[in-house]
């Protein structure tokens, strides 16, 4: 027997001539979800929708109860706009959608759904459901990217829309015959390559030894030259930061980016400017041993691959490397462990 059934049986059942039960007012407001298809009158959600023509049940001469003729019903609204996608399904649109109703759209040309743009392959078509509660199922279009431009032209080109598809990037050179376009197709190509403008004089200046940072320069200083840097200190990576921040200050959530080399720039600059480069102890080789090592406990190091915090490990038991440590190098620090979510303490990695 159903859950309908059940209840329908149970209010049939033989009862005084003088009992009924009103249930005028009943509105989808006070409706629960796990009413479905029944007209109870407990708070429910803002999904539901009334469905019927009485909201009142009798008690017929033959002692028994009328069945209902109303219920609340849990409906999706009608669904949001999707940016760039067209939607293949007409029936779509409106609202009164049942749960289970599958909407499906077509991402434009240039645009896959959001999630599968560095899979093979690609998705173009994205499909979202009504689920349970009343809401849609998220899910979204998003533009191909093209490759980085090559790290010499840095300062040199402008772009309409950073390195997304059908931005047009701007090369611009001393002399202005020589201004140049490229663009991103949906394929994710550049139409072209950008050539380095001809009318360029002169080279970098060597880059000093800043921060505890040697470099060591094989091609020399011209436009295009590679130089590549050292940490004096043993056991430290060179990394970029930025917004003032340096190794003395650097906090364990930011997540700076690690310097292979610098290259010299039409603007006879170079890139990344050694200014902004310092050295910061080197990971150990020991993340998701099991041990929570201080030293990898930060977000460059991937916070120790997950040894520093009992929601992350299988055992739900950190063990220190070395002594016993109360330090906050030693707590769990991790922002997506569970025990940092939704705290004040929470902090977003972010790449310096």
């Known amino acids: 027997m159903t859950l309908i059934g059940h209840l329908l049986g149970i209010l049939r059942k033989r009862t005084p001539l003088d009992e009924q039960v009103p249930l005028q007012g009943m509105s989808c407001r006070r409706c629960s979800r796990r009413s479905y298809g029944v007209p109870l009158s407990h708070p429910g959600t803002r999904h539901e929708v009334y469905r019927g023509e009485s909201d009142t049940l009798v008690c017929l001469e033959d002692g028994l109860w009328s069945y209902p003729e109303a219920y609340c019903k849990i409906e999706c609204p009608d669904p949001t706009s999707v940016s760039n996608a067209t939607l293949l399904v007409p029936q779509c649109h409106g609202g009164g959608h049942d749960v289970g109703t599958v909407c499906?759209?077509?991402?434009?040309?240039?645009?896959y759904v959001t999630g599968t743009l560095n899979k093979k392959p690609r998705k173009k078509f994205l499909r979202l459901e009504c689920l349970?509660?009343?809401?849609?199922?998220e899910g979204s279009c998003s533009p191909v990217t093209c490759p980085p431009l090559p790290l010499m032209f840095e300062g040199m080109y402008t772009c309409t829309n950073n390195l997304d598809f059908d931005s047009i990037c701007t090369l611009q050179c001393p002399d202005p015959t020589e201004r140049s376009s490229i663009r991103c197709t949906k394929d994710g190509k550049w139409t072209e390559d950008f050539t380095m403008c001809k009318k360029i004089e002169g080279l970098c200046q060597p880059p000093l030894n800043l921060n505890l940072v040697e470099y060591s320069c094989?091609?020399?200083f011209d436009v295009g030259a590679v130089c590549y840097p050292t940490c004096i200190v043993a056991l430290s990576d060179p990394v970029v930061f930025a917004n003032g921040s340096s190794a003395d200050t650097v906090e364990h959530w930011m997540l700076p980016s690690k310097v292979q080399s610098i290259v010299c720039t039409g603007m006879l600059k170079w890139h990344p400017n050694p200014a902004q480069i310092n050295c910061i102890q080197s990971c150990e080789p020991f993340g998701g041993d099991g041990w929570c090592d201080t030293i990898n406990n930060r977000a460059y190091c991937q916070y120790d691959g997950g040894d520093c915090c009992p929601s992350t490990l299988s055992s739900r038991k950190v063990i220190q490397f070395g002594v016993d440590c109360d330090h906050d190098e030693c707590t769990c620090?991790?922002?997506?462990?569970?025990?940092?979510?939704g705290t004040a303490k929470r902090k977003e990695p972010g790449r310096l």
């Not at 499906?104 to 645009?111: I, L, Q, S, T, V």
């Not at 349970?132 to 199922?137: A, D, P, R, V």
Request: hydrophobic share 10%; net charge negative.
């Open 132 to 137: 349970e509660g009343g809401t849609w199922q």
């Open 104 to 111: 499906r759209y077509k991402c434009n040309p240039g645009y």
């Open 218 to 220: 094989e091609d020399g």
């Open 333 to 341: 620090r991790d922002p997506e462990a569970e025990e940092n979510k």
